[in-house]
């Protein structure tokens, strides 16, 4: 069940990028400062549309995070740039190519095997709050720095290290929501007791407005493959150090497990740069749609 609601999450996080897409290309492009970008997408209902898919989205992905574990959970999530591919071909009305269909493919199996092979078991371990403070501090550097490095450089690499700031901070979320769950069975009143709610809170939103950094700064495909390549494997490191994720590892199977990660990756890759993901094709078409009249602001 926990798998079945990662890839509904996936799915639904994938529509809610293309919506968010929409309302970023048409707002502010003079100012590219997280309080001018945001208060150009809150102009567009559009916007709002791929917001509230995106929370859906992540309530999805926290039942899935309460039943299963960070280490198994979050590789599902990359298959969100499978239905991404599979959305804006349907939306445009474009047939898959040859390319499309061996990514598809390829992140499939990959993460198939990975799955199969590592077996993820455990992740009920309460982290200590040393844990705690050493992640979060390593996960803020890694961001800062990410951040830093992508004011300059080109469009492609902006929006790629945005991506991985994103994959960053959203890996850290879903840290803090795989615990928050686990105090769940204690009653609402006690999880606002704890830090875990208040680090969803932050971590998610910068997480939300750099990735709308990210959508603004450059192609599509940059940012959402770097995201979708960084956060699992972010997400794996915090599963086994913070809640004692155990991916079996014996007889051969770690070559096996990191070979599978490698095809799943290549074929991201290869998604990522799919014509109908591809900013010299898909922006301008995400912009034309941004003026229709269902999805303009004065509707």
């Known amino acids: 069940m926990d798998i079945v609601l990662a890839l509904i999450a996936a799915g639904a996080n994938a529509l809610a990028t293309i919506l968010q897409r929409i309302g970023v290309e048409e707002a502010t492009k003079s100012d590219s400062s997280s309080r001018a970008l945001m208060a150009g997408v809150l102009k567009r209902p559009v916007w709002f549309m791929g917001l509230a898919l995106a929370g859906t989205s992540f309530v999805l992905q926290a039942f899935a995070l309460s039943m299963g574990n960070l280490s198994t959970i979050q590789p599902i999530m990359v298959t969100e740039i499978l ?4 959305i804006l071909g349907l939306w445009f009305q474009q047939t898959l190519h040859i390319r499309d269909w061996l990514g598809a493919i390829g992140t499939a199996v990959g993460l198939g095997v990975f799955l199969f092979v590592s077996a993820a078991r455990g992740g009920n371990q309460r982290p200590a709050p040393e844990d705690w403070i050493l992640l979060i501090g390593a996960s803020f550097g890694a961001a800062a720095i990410t951040w830093s490095i992508a004011h300059k450089g080109a469009r492609s690499w902006r929006a790629a290290c945005y991506g991985v700031c994103a994959a960053i901070s959203f890996a850290l979320t879903a840290a803090f929501v795989k615990a928050a769950s686990d105090l769940w069975s204690q009653g609402p009143s006690v999880i606002f007791t704890h830090f875990e709610p208040y680090g969803i809170a932050i971590t ?9 950094h990210a959508l603004e700064s450059g192609p599509v495909a940059a940012s959402q493959s770097a995201l979708l390549i960084v956060n699992p494997v972010a997400s794996i490191v915090m599963g086994v150090y913070l809640f004692g994720d155990r991916l079996r590892v014996a007889h051969g199977r770690m070559a096996l497990e990191i070979a599978a990660l490698v095809v799943m990756f290549i074929s991201l890759n290869v998604l990522s740069h799919s014509s109908l993901i591809n900013s010299s094709t898909t922006d301008e078409r995400l912009s ?6 269902l999805l303009n602001e004065d509707s």
């Not at 239905?83 to 599979?86: D, G, K, P, S, T």
């Open 83 to 86: 239905f991404l591919v599979i």
């Open 204 to 212: 998610g939103f910068l997480g939300l407005v750099v990735s709308q």
């Open 288 to 293: 034309s749609h941004a003026r229709i009249p």
